[in-house]
């Protein structure tokens, strides 16, 4: 197509086109060998080598977690693991990505547990009490997430500090494929987190009144009001609107023009 | 790979030899002289990517016919059906619901989450895994007038003003007015927000806002959103049924011309599944992936327009479609991360943007499209960008001024993810700035919808960013995510009053596919593809050259 042609001089997208001169290395996907010009992800060095993601790739920028790897540097007997998306393939690398891993997420009821949020976890996942503290997770965690502390916070019930550990988790499930004690963590943490968030982080009293106010419909006059006018007049009122200052504090500021707040 | 080249270190000398005077004043509130009205008109015609003719020509076929577009957009909207429709059973019948939701990203979650509480039993066709998403890629933050000093008709004359008036008046009224109850609901689903010690919201600017109204968590807020959504929607999967890696590839009419389901697509065993649905919602997300102009893009995998070309198909008129948002800070070094987005949030902490001499040349937190348009204005007329070693060209993102503006380990705290993705290629971003040039990022246009989401075919609904007219020509940060939310629920609750009053229609067809097939015959088009596409193709020259046969 000529317009290929044409876009290609421009750049590249996601294509990955070599400058002229790259070094090329052998890396092994699923044991095969394949050249690909080097500082490439391994995302990138895959589809390089001809293969076409259906499972495996989603957010393409260290996010969604459909990407996690295993790979080992051949002589080397360590495992090692990591992100597709986000991991450079350096040479000899065998690599095995891991799409999907069968994770054990019982349901509940956020609105309605039979005990405290701690008594709620012990129900829900009897098995993170039964962590024998191999640190393997933490070791196979592409995001240095401290995954076996995370869940040794769990067991003493410091919630909140687990919530908060396990914040960066991307849901890759590489550590739950690694756990002797056959642990869901990553399912375990999102219980957690959203335990935390609804009952033990503090709500927001101004959000509740503002909730309130919306409900009552007195913006929606304000806002017919906003629609029915000219264009005109609503670009004034734009251009001269009153810019809250930076460093002011939430809560604290308050415009000169209070009539429509 | 190690950090920066030495070039590029010679050249960072030069920033942090005006980075004492630039703090100094932004510490005293001195800004860059934001522009007038006037001048961001004329640079957004001199400068900004929408506004070039060439790559842009008219369309030849369907409801829009004559709008002038990308040829990306208009090549895939004149494409012919994947589906050979002679050999689609469309007798039989694989699924049944009362709402099929296309899409499982924070829109279509959203409203299966809302259908259902309102008693619907919802099926979720979705391309890729349950949230694999642009929604999950969201970091800065989602806007809602949730604070004493703002109000929802604040937010309204921010939205509409930034997308230049060419909104929906009645659209942006929803958005801004349901904001704060997404925030409510969102609070009540356990996510976690940012918050002071007596839970109020922390709050920021973003680009083209008048008060502080963007909530976030981390810089993971999107990610968090589409976790507490999904984790919900798990919860009730009695009644929402989610089918992975089965995108849909043409909605279903039935004899009245009434949305009637979808025919998926099962990316692994390849087979094709009916659904019928007494309703359904398109929610499939953005178009970044179609690479418009060469642009890299901070789109996920699967954002490949799917959506609006079954809607046209179908006979829904687009709107704005043939405008794109150009992220104004994508990386572009090093090479593993061109494209990636660097959120608003650097810039909304103070960060400011820098040409190859290390001086200002616009305010940092302009609208996106003008923020692009100088960025490009400097690096293409004035000269002043830096060029990277693999031929990228673009500006410094002088993200070391964050902790001298909010204390040391500020960078650490509020940006870990961007910090951890720059720290894998032993760039400091606390100490180094950033290179970066504008990215495509997000799909203005789309599907034309009401206030309710619904479409001009009955029982069809679509929201997100597969929609448009919340935004007009151009959208602010944080307003995406909240735009996700209302119309999903609103998708959602509409849905289940129409279901409620509907039964299942007749028979099911394919005819408008057909229709459309022979008008792109009759308009004498060569060579036309076939769409949707699904899934962007990677694969280099060397590769296709051998997939013969
Ligand atoms: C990197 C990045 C950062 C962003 N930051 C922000 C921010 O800070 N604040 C903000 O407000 N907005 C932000 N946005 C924009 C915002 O995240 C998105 O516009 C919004 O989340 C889109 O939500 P959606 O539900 O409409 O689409 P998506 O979340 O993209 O979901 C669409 C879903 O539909 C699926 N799909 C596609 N085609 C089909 C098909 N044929 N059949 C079935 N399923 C299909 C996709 O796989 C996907 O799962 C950002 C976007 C990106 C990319
Ligand atoms: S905690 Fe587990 S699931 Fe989460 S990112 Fe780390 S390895 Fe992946
Ligand atoms: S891998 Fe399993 S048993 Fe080992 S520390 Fe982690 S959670 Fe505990
Ligand atoms: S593709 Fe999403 S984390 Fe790698």
Redesign the pocket.
């Known amino acids: 197509m000529a317009d290929d042609k044409k876009h290609k001089t421009l750049t590249t997208g996601d294509r990955t086109i070599p400058p002229e001169g790259a070094k090329m290395i052998a890396i092994y996907i699923m044991g095969r060998e394949y050249m690909v010009p080097e500082t490439l992800t391994i995302m990138k060095a895959v589809e390089y080598a001809g293969y076409s993601y259906v499972r495996g790739c989603g957010c393409r920028?260290g996010i969604c977690g459909a990407c996690g790897t295993f790979y080992r540097y051949i002589g080397d007997y360590r495992l090692r693991s990591g992100l597709a998306c986000q991991t450079v393939a350096e040479p000899n690398m065998v690599i095995m990505q891991l799409p999907f891993f069968p994770a054990n997420r019982p349901g509940y009821d956020l609105d309605d547990f039979t005990g405290s949020p701690h008594e709620e976890l012990r129900r829900l996942y009897p098995e993170v009490f039964k962590c024998v503290g191999c640190g393997t997770c933490t070791r196979t965690c592409p995001m240095d997430i401290d995954v076996m502390d995370y869940i040794a916070l769990m067991k003493r019930g410091d919630l909140k500090g687990a919530a908060l550990k396990s914040f960066d988790c991307v849901m890759c499930g590489l550590c739950a494929s690694r756990c002797p004690a056959q642990i869901t963590q990553f399912m375990a943490a999102q219980f957690v987190r959203r335990a935390y968030g609804k009952y033990i982080l503090p709500k927001a009293g101004h959000l509740e009144k503002r909730v309130e106010e919306v409900k009552s419909g007195k913006y929606e006059k304000l806002l017919d009001g906003l629609m029915a006018m000219k264009q005109e007049d609503v670009k004034k009122l734009y251009v001269e609107r009153e810019r809250e200052p930076d460093l002011a504090e939430p809560g604290k500021w308050m415009p000169k023009e209070t009539n429509n707040l | 790979m190690s950090g920066y080249t030495p070039a590029l270190k010679e050249l960072i000398k030069r920033v942090e030899a005006t980075r004492a005077a630039r703090v100094e004043k932004a510490r005293k509130g001195e800004h860059f002289p934001a522009l007038t009205m006037e001048e961001r008109q004329e640079w957004l015609r001199k400068y900004h990517p929408d506004y070039k003719k060439d790559g842009r020509r008219k369309l030849k076929v369907g409801p829009n016919k004559g709008l002038e577009l990308p040829e990306e957009v208009a090549r895939l909207l004149e494409s012919k059906s994947r589906l050979d429709t002679k050999s689609i059973d469309l007798s039989r019948t694989d699924y049944t619901a009362d709402l099929l939701v296309?899409?499982?990203?924070?829109?279509?979650?959203a409203a299966a989450l809302a259908a259902q509480e309102a008693g619907l039993k919802v099926i979720v066709?979705?391309?890729?895994r349950?949230?694999?998403?642009?929604?999950?890629?969201?970091?800065?933050?989602?806007?809602g007038a949730t604070q004493e000093g703002d109000s929802p008709y604040f937010h309204y004359l921010d939205v509409i003003g930034g997308g230049h008036f060419s909104n929906q008046p009645g659209l942006v009224a929803a958005l801004t007015n349901d904001a704060p109850l997404i925030i409510h609901w969102l609070e009540g689903l356990g996510m976690m927000f940012d918050k002071l010690p007596d839970g109020r919201m922390k709050v920021r600017h973003g680009g083209g806002t008048c008060r502080k109204r963007m909530h976030s968590s981390g810089d993971m807020?999107?990610a968090e959103i589409?976790r507490v959504l999904r984790d919900e929607a798990r919860n009730r999967d009695n009644d929402i049924k989610v089918l992975e890696f089965?995108?849909?590839?043409e909605i279903l009419l039935d004899e009245k011309g009434h949305a009637a389901g979808a025919v998926?697509y099962n990316l692994e065993t390849k087979e094709y599944y009916n659904v019928r649905a007494k309703s359904v919602l398109i929610?499939?997300?953005?178009f970044?992936r179609l690479h418009i102009q060469g642009f890299p893009t901070?789109?996920?995998y699967?954002?490949?327009a799917?959506?609006i070309v079954?809607a046209y198909r179908a006979g829904v008129k687009l709107q704005d479609i043939d405008s794109t948002q150009y992220?104004p800070t994508g990386a572009i070094y090093p090479e593993q991360n061109v494209g990636l987005?660097i959120?608003?949030?650097v810039r909304g902490l103070g960060a400011q943007i820098l040409n190859t001499d290390g001086e200002q040349f616009c305010f940092p937190l302009e609208p996106r499209d003008v923020e692009s348009a100088c960025v490009i204005r400097e690096c293409l007329e004035a000269g002043k960008g830096v060029v990277t070693p693999t031929g990228r060209l673009g500006v410094w993102l002088d993200s070391p001024m964050i902790d001298l503006l909010h204390g040391e380990g500020t960078v650490r705290k509020e940006l870990p993810a961007k910090y951890i993705q720059f720290k894998r290629y032993e760039i400091d971003i606390s100490r180094e700035p950033m290179l970066i040039y504008p990215t495509l990022?997000?799909q203005n246009g789309g599907i034309l919808i009401d206030e309710w989401a619904e479409t001009s075919i009955e029982g069809l609904f679509s929201?997100?960013?597969?929609a448009g007219g919340v935004h007009g020509r151009n959208r602010l940060?944080?307003?995406?995510?909240?735009?996700?939310l209302v119309f999903?629920r609103r998708a959602g609750l509409k849905a289940s009053e129409y279901a409620k009053n509907h039964k299942m229609g007749g028979k099911a067809t394919l005819s408008h596919v057909d229709d459309f097939n022979k008008e792109i015959d009759n308009a004498g088009i060569k060579d036309p593809g076939v769409s949707?596409i699904?899934l962007p193709d990677y694969a280099p020259d060397h590769v296709r050259e051998r997939q013969v046969g």
């Open positions: 920028g | 296309i899409g499982a990203g924070g829109a279509g979650t066709s979705t391309k890729l349950h949230g694999d998403s642009n929604t999950v890629m969201a970091e800065g933050g989602i806007q807020t999107g589409m089965s995108p849909a590839v998926l929610a499939t997300g953005g970044g901070t789109n996920h699967g954002a490949t799917d959506g079954m992220h987005l959120t608003e949030k990022h997000y929201a997100g960013e597969v940060m944080g307003n995406s995510l909240l735009d996700v999903g949707p699904l």
